[in-house]
C-alpha cells in the first residue's frame, strides 16, 4: 500500500484485481501474481472481503480512523493473557464464538442477540469471546462485536478475514482485544506486517493454519497464539486429525487453539492430549437449547 491513495485507507482497483501484489494468496495465483479465477471457498470469501473494504475504506479513510483512535482511552482487555493463565493452570481455556451462520452450516440462530449470547458464556467459565463480523458468507457486522463486548469484562477476538492493514486499525477502533491471521489467506510479508501493526495498536494476534507448510510459516511469526483450524477453509471438510497431527509440532513456548469440530468434553481431552491448551467452539454451542450449559460442559482440568 505505497500510493498515496491507499496510505489515506482506500484500497484502490489494482489490490482488489491483482491479489498476490496485495499481499494474500490465491491458490491460483500465477506466478506473474495475477489471480485465476476464484475456484474455493476462500478465495471467494477473501475476493468479497477486499470488495468491502473498499467500500468501507472510502466512507471511512485511515487518517479519520487514526484520529479517532487518539480519543480511545480504554485498553485491550488482554486476550491472550487470559488464555495464557487458563493455560499456567491446566483448564481448559475456552473461547467461545458466536455467528449468525457459515458457508459450511447455513443459518445457525433464528433469533440472534450477542449481548445475551455473550452474557450466558461469560457466566459459564469461557476465558474469551469470538464474534463473527464478516457479513456476506457469515452474517456477521462489526457491530455485533461491539454489543456483545459491551455486554461482558472477558477479551474478544474479531473473527473476521483479515486481509489489510485497514482493518487492523479498524479492528481497535470497534474495541476487539484480539485479530485472527489467516496464515492460508496471506502472504509471509502480509502477515508479518499486519502482525506488527496489530502490535503497535496492543492487539494480540491468533495465527491460524490448517497444514504443515501454514504452520511452519506461523511459527517463524512472533505471535504466542497459534490456532490449528480443523476445518479446510477451501473445501469446507473437517477432520480433528488436523490438531491431532500438527499440535505436537508446536514449540512449548506456544499456545495451542484448536478450533472447529469440537463438539464434546471427550473431543477437548482428546485433542488436549496432543498439545492443545485452548479451544474455539461455537457452532454445537449455538445449536444447543442452552449454549451456556453447553459451554460449561467442555470446561474443567487438563
Known amino acids: 500500500m505505497a500510493d498515496d491513495t491507499a496510505a489515506e485507507g482506500r484500497v484502490d482497483r489494482l489490490t482488489i484485481e491483482n491479489g498476490a501484489d496485495a499481499g494474500f494468496r490465491l491458490a491460483g495465483t500465477a506466478p506473474s501474481g495475477v489471480p485465476a479465477t476464484p475456484q474455493d471457498v476462500l478465495e471467494r470469501i ?5 470488495g468491502e473494504v473498499a467500500r468501507r475504506s472510502a466512507a471511512l479513510p485511515l487518517k479519520e480512523i487514526k484520529a479517532r483512535l487518539k480519543d480511545l482511552h480504554e485498553a485491550p482487555r488482554g486476550f491472550g493473557h487470559a488464555l495464557k493463565l487458563k493455560t499456567a493452570e491446566r483448564q481448559v481455556g475456552l473461547i467461545a464464538e458466536m455467528k449468525k451462520s457459515s458457508p459450511s452450516a447455513g443459518p445457525i440462530l433464528a433469533s440472534y442477540d450477542p449481548a445475551a449470547i455473550a452474557r450466558l458464556y ?14 456476506p458468507s457469515f452474517g456477521g457486522h462489526v457491530a455485533d462485536l461491539q454489543i456483545a463486548r459491551a455486554a461482558v469484562s ?8 483479515i486481509l489489510e492493514p485497514w482493518q487492523v486499525y479498524e479492528s481497535r477502533l470497534i ?33 491460524e493454519v490448517h497444514d504443515e507448510p501454514e504452520l511452519d510459516r506461523a511459527l517463524g511469526l512472533n505471535t504466542a497464539l497459534i ?14 486429525g488436523t490438531t491431532l497431527s500438527l499440535a505436537p509440532r508446536v514449540p512449548p513456548d506456544r499456545i495451542v487453539v484448536a478450533e472447529s469440530g469440537i463438539r464434546s468434553r471427550e ?26 450449559e453447553a459451554c460449561a460442559s467442555l470446561l474443567g482440568p487438563l
Request: glycine share 8%; charged share 25%.
Open 46 to 50: 477473501c475476493a468479497q472481503t477486499l
Open 122 to 135: 461469560e457466566q459459564a467459565g469461557a476465558a474469551c469471546l469470538s464474534v463473527l463480523t464478516e457479513g
Open 154 to 161: 472477558l477479551p474478544v477476538l474479531r473473527k473476521d478475514f
Open 175 to 207: 474495541g476487539a482485544d484480539c485479530i485472527l491471521l489467516i496464515m492460508a489467506a496471506l502472504t509471509d510479508e502480509r502477515a508479518e506486517e499486519l502482525l506488527s501493526m496489530a502490535r503497535s495498536l496492543d492487539l494480540d494476534v491468533l495465527v
Open 227 to 240: 490456532g490449528i483450524n480443523n476445518r479446510n477453509l477451501k473445501t469446507l471438510k473437517t477432520e480433528l
Open 267 to 292: 473431543d477437548v481431552l482428546r485433542l488436549a492430549g496432543a498439545g492443545a491448551s485452548c479451544f474455539l467452539v461455537g457452532e454445537s454451542l449455538l445449536r444447543q437449547a442452552d449454549p451456556g
